[in-house]
């Protein structure tokens, strides 16, 4: 199952007897699924049911859909003009020019006046709009299946980058794993070597305590569940890739663990080297972080 990013446009337009429908959607990040929808006065009707099949068919996502109808000449009701009282609204106006010097009339502002120019409403049956709307919702489903293919496109793109991410991640653990600062010898020697300064630094100092202390210190410096730890989620961020799907918020919450992972080995490291290690995987974890927020 491919992966779905949360941002993608698509446009579907369809006519039905002289009316043309056009859809536009739209979707970015969102924590879940909210759509705000944009439809012609008339229209609101279809509006749970937009909403329904949007919800249905994405998990996630913030989307837009706007609705554009057009309707042929013939499908549309001719204006009405009262020429009666127009005549004598356009007479008052006259008298008021020559008496009172008042600016003359428009035609458009005549027009605009009420009860001078009617526009009726178009005699509708339930049939025929059930028909219109039929074609209108099904306008509609395509424009989706395009905006989920778009989603599915740049999914797989972002899936590519967080494989890539992830191959990284285990890159860096191995080098930790195998770093020589973690051989038992090196860490023989670091602590032989900061108790000989101590005890140099001081005569006081009980060298059994010191080595008590510094052996303890070295335990809770070991790395091992760390670098384990790490493999574990670099298998399971390959499994949840690999499936497929809606996991967004799954790969977030491993990217939180892929976190949490690369701070402690950055505390308990008592290498150098071993700590850039740590700080380079913190860099490409907030990486693959940033990426995972694009995807459903």
């Known amino acids: 199952m491919n992966l779905q990013s949360m941002t993608g446009f698509a446009r579907a337009v369809a006519e039905h007897e002289g009316t043309s429908i056009a859809w536009e959607v739209k979707s970015v990040n969102g924590k879940s699924v909210e759509v705000r929808l944009r439809l012609p006065q008339g229209f609101e009707r279809l509006e749970p049911a937009v909403r329904q099949l949007l919800q249905k068919r994405f998990a996630r996502g913030n989307f837009q859909a706007t609705l554009t109808i057009g309707r042929a000449a013939g499908a549309q009701a001719q204006p009405v003009v009262n020429e009666a009282f127009l005549k004598d609204l356009a007479g008052l106006a006259k008298r008021l020019q020559e008496q009172f010097g008042a600016a003359p009339a428009t035609s ?129 961020g390959r499994a949840l890739l690999e499936g497929g799907g809606a996991v967004g918020r799954k790969l977030d919450f491993l990217a939180q663990e892929f976190n949490r992972e690369s701070n402690t080995l950055c505390s308990k490291s008592n290498a150098a080297a071993v700590t850039a290690i740590g700080l380079e995987l913190k860099a490409v974890v907030d990486q693959f972080r940033e990426q995972i927020q694009n995807l459903e």
């Open 108 to 236: 458009d502002g005549l027009l605009s006046l009420r009860g001078v120019l009617d526009i009726p409403e178009t005699v509708e049956t339930e049939e025929a709009r059930a028909a219109l709307d039929a074609a209108i919702m099904a306008a509609l489903e395509v424009a989706l299946k395009g905006l989920e293919q778009a989603r599915q496109s740049e999914g797989n793109a972002l899936a590519l980058l967080l494989s890539g991410h992830i191959d990284t991640i285990e890159v860096l653990t191995l080098r930790a794993e195998v770093d020589p600062s973690r051989e038992t010898v090196a860490i023989r020697e670091r602590i032989a070597e900061q108790v000989r300064l101590l005890m140099d630094a001081s005569a006081n100092l009980d060298a059994t305590r010191l080595h008590m202390e510094a052996a303890f210190l070295a335990t809770k410096a070991d790395i091992r569940e760390e670098i384990d730890r790490l493999k574990t989620h670099v298998a399971s």
